[in-house]
């Protein structure tokens, strides 16, 4: 089992960067994948971005490729989501997400969930 507890979240200007973390306790950390994904007032949860549980193979939406980029350090038992060139969507909810079986794009199969972290991106 694992514990995940996003932070990084705030306010930024359109076309600025932001950078989110998520913490895991656990000592299986290392074995887990692990997603991004975000939620907009009264939208579906959207997936972002993947990272094996390797590190080695990663996975973006195309509505994010070459703006965000998901990275893992498992010494710190944390996994990132870089994010540029924001874009004003107003106020959304960001999620980790963890998997030790499944390495997907697909919300239904990530078993482990923070509790978010809210970014907003307005002028």
């Known amino acids: 089992q694992v514990q995940l507890v996003e932070s990084g979240g705030g306010l930024v200007q359109p076309g600025g960067s932001l950078r989110l973390s998520c913490a895991a306790s656990g000592r299986t950390f290392s074995s887990y994948n692990l997603a991004w994904f975000r939620q907009a007032p009264g939208k579906e949860r959207e997936f972002l971005a993947s990272?094996?549980?390797?590190?080695?193979?990663?996975y973006s939406a195309s509505s994010v490729k070459g703006r965000f980029t998901i990275s893992r350090d498992n010494a710190k038992t944390t996994v990132y989501l870089q994010m540029n060139s924001l874009r004003p969507d107003g106020t959304v909810v960001y999620y980790c997400?963890?998997?030790?079986?499944?390495?997907?794009?697909?919300?239904?199969?990530?078993?482990?969930w923070g509790q978010g972290t809210e970014v907003t991106v307005s002028s």
């Open positions: 990272i094996r549980w390797t590190g080695r193979t990663t």
């Open positions: 997400a963890a998997s030790e079986r499944y390495y997907s794009d697909s919300k239904g199969d990530y078993k482990y």
